[in-house]
């Protein structure tokens, strides 16, 4: 616990004091105000009402978990940056830079997040306490949250203790580190894979649940929009909690650039989904005027909801396609690198001529890129600026990050060719584990087309056989008195509203699985709309088809 709160950034004492004790009685007070007005909630807002309960149970939950969740986030903070941060030590390392200003330097870089925090600890701990960089290493080794960083940080205190040249350390280190980055990256990955298996169980497991649920009230008597309350609270918590899974066990590796400055494909991209969200109202308000109000043609609701989000086709096909451009200039990015500083060492750490003779090379996607570099590097007006337009402009968050640690290390007299060669040897891992990704996300997207196909089967033809039962028990001519309790009868307003829920869940379920697909490949949520659409239209023509044989099977019609 004490060690906890070290990561916290509080004492013990002031833990109790502000977080604990506060949070704990609120969760009492809250608990105290539901149960006096649960009658009047449950008249409110219904079976919604118990989910109120559990507020208290989260808020305590959070208060005591506090420590362990601020030292999970300080982990992976470190974890997610740590291929960037040894890749930037080894380009500084290069330089004949002293080792304290080094890590000055990357503390500096908020961009590390926690890792930034940790180095800072090691540089006031060699400037204030005059401790030198392997005593500060050893220090932070045993108390930092990260194993990775840790099992760094003791080898570099030993090797300096031993008189191991500094740059032959980092220059090795650099395999080290990225060999146990690349093992939890992969570890994540299989991670998602062995979840794939239980997510599977769970949706199937849902279907089962949702459809004896829409059967019970034709069984039972039990009230049609009590059960209808039962399977959106059960399905919400459970893709909310696949969402939240995901998002913490899937690789913080982000594809598109993290500067914060907007580029041209950029205002585009949201340029034309301000567009497409426009057409959706349209084309809704069209399909509702020939449905509803003129009553030209009879649209199944389910098809006028797919109708309406296909304009978000637009924004995401052009997201994807800017996405599959980002990739390719990744893969052509170390090349460029690697010829770069060979060519700039050649000629004496010649920049801008290095440039010129690369612009007669092919780098795919990337050639362009380059040939404005040089056009805004040839002006001299502010080379900083013109690398920094370059690296936004490319779209691509590795080219971004790596970019800044080239130019930072030249500028400190580094050369050209051992940079490049460490941040290539990086770079091209980082494009093999995002291989990996891709290919883990891909069954993925296949698996998730697959499961709302089997909910629509699965709660459409529950709700046909519903649909045929209630049908016929309503044209038995038997008395009340015999009926009892034996047969059950929900009426037709019902079994509207239960028919739309229906497409609702599965509506849901498209929405988030949509996102949690772009969750796991690092791309923009944007792009998520082309499966989004997708997974809509495939529920639609699922319910459609069950319709169908529905009719065929039972003679009903829903």
Same mark, same amino acid.
């Given at each position: 616990?004490?060690?906890?709160?070290?990561?916290?950034?509080?004492?013990?004492?002031?833990?109790?004091?502000?977080?604990?004790?506060?949070?704990?009685?609120?969760?009492?007070?809250?608990?105290?105000?539901?149960?006096?007005?649960?009658?009047?909630?449950?008249?409110?807002?219904?079976?919604?009402?118990?989910?109120?309960?559990?507020?208290?149970?989260?808020?305590?939950?959070?208060?005591?978990?506090?420590?362990?969740?601020?030292?999970?986030?300080?982990?992976?903070?470190?974890?997610?940056?740590?291929?960037?941060?040894?890749?930037?030590?080894?380009?500084?390392?290069?330089?004949?830079?002293?080792?304290?200003?080094?890590?000055?330097?990357?503390?500096?870089?908020?961009? $590390?997040?926690?890792?930034?925090?940790?180095?800072?600890? *090691? $540089?006031?701990?060699?400037?204030? @306490?005059?401790?030198?960089?392997?005593?500060?290493?050893?220090?932070?080794?045993?108390?930092?949250?990260?194993?990775?960083?840790?099992?760094?940080?003791?080898?570099?205190?030993?090797?300096?203790?031993?008189?191991?040249?500094?740059?032959?350390?980092?220059?090795?280190?650099?395999?080290?580190?990225?060999?146990?980055?690349?093992?939890?990256?992969?570890?994540?990955?299989?991670?998602?894979?062995?979840?794939?298996?239980? $997510?599977?169980? *769970?949706?199937?497991?849902?279907?089962?649940?949702?459809?004896?649920?829409?059967?019970?009230?034709?069984?039972?008597?039990?009230?049609?929009?009590?059960?209808?309350?039962?399977?959106?609270?059960?399905?919400?918590?459970?893709?909310?909690?696949?969402?939240?899974?995901?998002?913490?066990?899937?690789?913080?590796?982000?594809?598109?650039?993290?500067?914060?400055?907007?580029?041209?494909?950029?205002?585009?991209?949201?340029? $034309?989904?301000?567009?497409?969200?426009?057409?959706?109202?349209?084309?809704?308000?069209?399909?509702?005027?020939?449905?509803?109000?003129?009553?030209?043609?009879?649209?199944?609701?389910?098809?006028?909801?797919?109708?309406?989000?296909?304009?978000?086709?637009?924004?995401?096909?052009?997201?994807?396609?800017?996405?599959?451009?980002?990739?390719?200039?990744?893969?052509?990015?170390?090349?460029?690198?690697?010829?770069?500083? +060979?060519?700039?060492?050649?000629?004496?750490?010649?920049?801008?001529?290095?440039?010129?003779?690369?612009?007669?090379?092919?780098?795919?996607?990337?050639?362009?890129?380059?040939?404005?570099?040089?056009?805004?590097?040839?002006?001299?007006?502010?080379?900083?600026?013109? @690398?920094?337009?370059?690296?936004?402009?490319?779209?691509?968050?590795?080219?971004?990050?790596?970019?800044?640690?080239?130019?930072?290390?030249?500028?400190?007299?580094?050369?050209?060719?051992?940079?490049?060669?460490?941040?290539?040897?990086?770079?091209?891992?980082?494009?093999?584990?995002?291989?990996?990704?891709?290919?883990?996300?891909?069954?993925?997207?296949?698996?998730?087309?697959?499961?709302?196909?089997?909910?629509?089967?699965?709660?459409?033809?529950?709700?046909?056989?519903?649909?045929?039962?209630?049908?016929?028990?309503?044209?038995?001519?038997?008395?009340?008195?015999?009926?009892?309790?034996?047969?059950?009868?929900?009426?037709?307003?019902?079994?509207?509203?239960?028919?739309?829920?229906?497409?609702?869940?599965?509506?849901?379920?498209?929405?988030?699985?949509?996102?949690?697909?772009?969750?796991?490949?690092?791309?923009?949520?944007?792009?998520?709309?082309?499966?989004?659409?997708?997974?809509? @239209?495939? +529920?639609?023509?699922?319910?459609?088809?069950?319709?169908?044989?529905?009719?065929?099977?039972?003679?009903?019609?829903?």
């Amino acid at each position: 616990m004490f060690e906890c709160m070290r990561h916290c950034g509080v004492s013990f004492e002031k833990y109790i004091k502000f977080i604990l004790a506060p949070l704990t009685a609120t969760a009492f007070v809250v608990f105290l105000l539901v149960t006096v007005l649960s009658a009047y909630l449950f008249k409110l807002i219904g079976l919604f009402a118990i989910l109120l309960y559990f507020v208290p149970v989260f808020l305590v939950l959070i208060a005591l978990l506090y420590p362990k969740i601020i030292v999970g986030r300080v982990r992976n903070q470190i974890d997610n940056n740590i291929h960037f941060y040894i890749t930037h030590m080894g380009t500084l390392a290069t330089s004949d830079i002293d080792r304290k200003e080094m890590m000055k330097i990357i503390s500096r870089r908020k961009e $590390y997040r926690a890792l930034a925090e940790e180095t800072r600890k *090691i $540089y006031l701990l060699m400037e204030k @306490w005059n401790r030198n960089l392997s005593q500060a290493c050893r220090f932070i080794a045993r108390r930092t949250p990260s194993k990775i960083f840790s099992e760094f940080l003791d080898r570099m205190a030993h090797e300096l203790d031993s008189g191991e040249d500094f740059k032959e350390f980092i220059k090795r280190e650099q395999k080290t580190v990225m060999n146990a980055f690349a093992t939890n990256y992969q570890g994540k990955l299989y991670s998602i894979d062995i979840f794939k298996e239980v $997510y599977t169980s *769970i949706i199937i497991s849902l279907s089962f649940f949702a459809a004896f649920a829409i059967i019970m009230p034709f069984l039972t008597g039990i009230s049609v929009t009590f059960m209808l309350n039962i399977i959106i609270v059960v399905f919400v918590l459970v893709e909310l909690g696949v969402l939240v899974y995901l998002k913490s066990v899937a690789p913080d590796d982000p594809v598109w650039q993290t500067s914060g400055e907007m580029t041209n494909v950029d205002w585009k991209l949201y340029k $034309y989904f301000y567009i497409s969200m426009a057409m959706c109202l349209v084309v809704f308000t069209i399909l509702l005027f020939i449905d509803y109000v003129y009553k030209l043609v009879t649209i199944p609701t389910p098809f006028i909801v797919a109708f309406s989000v296909t304009p978000l086709l637009i924004p995401g096909f052009l997201s994807r396609k800017e996405e599959a451009i980002i990739r390719d200039k990744d893969k052509n990015a170390p090349s460029f690198i690697m010829s770069l500083g +060979a060519s700039a060492s050649a000629r004496g750490g010649d920049i801008l001529e290095s440039l010129k003779f690369l612009t007669a090379h092919d780098f795919g996607p990337l050639t362009n890129d380059v040939k404005n570099l040089y056009k805004r590097l040839k002006t001299r007006i502010n080379k900083k600026r013109a @690398w920094e337009k370059f690296s936004i402009e490319t779209g691509s968050n590795l080219i971004y990050r790596f970019t800044d640690m080239f130019v930072e290390a030249i500028g400190l007299g580094s050369d050209p060719k051992d940079v490049a060669e460490i941040i290539a040897e990086n770079f091209t891992i980082l494009n093999t584990l995002r291989a990996k990704r891709s290919q883990t996300t891909s069954s993925f997207i296949g698996l998730a087309y697959g499961v709302i196909i089997g909910i629509a089967f699965s709660l459409y033809i529950s709700f046909g056989v519903v649909q045929s039962m209630n049908k016929l028990y309503s044209k038995l001519n038997i008395p009340g008195t015999f009926v009892g309790g034996i047969l059950h009868t929900v009426p037709a307003s019902s079994l509207a509203v239960l028919n739309v829920m229906v497409f609702f869940i599965l509506l849901i379920h498209a929405i988030v699985s949509s996102f949690s697909i772009k969750v796991m490949d690092g791309g923009r949520f944007m792009s998520s709309l082309v499966h989004l659409v997708g997974m809509v @239209w495939v +529920a639609a023509i699922a319910g459609y088809v069950s319709h169908t044989v529905m009719i065929n099977m039972l003679g009903v019609k829903f």
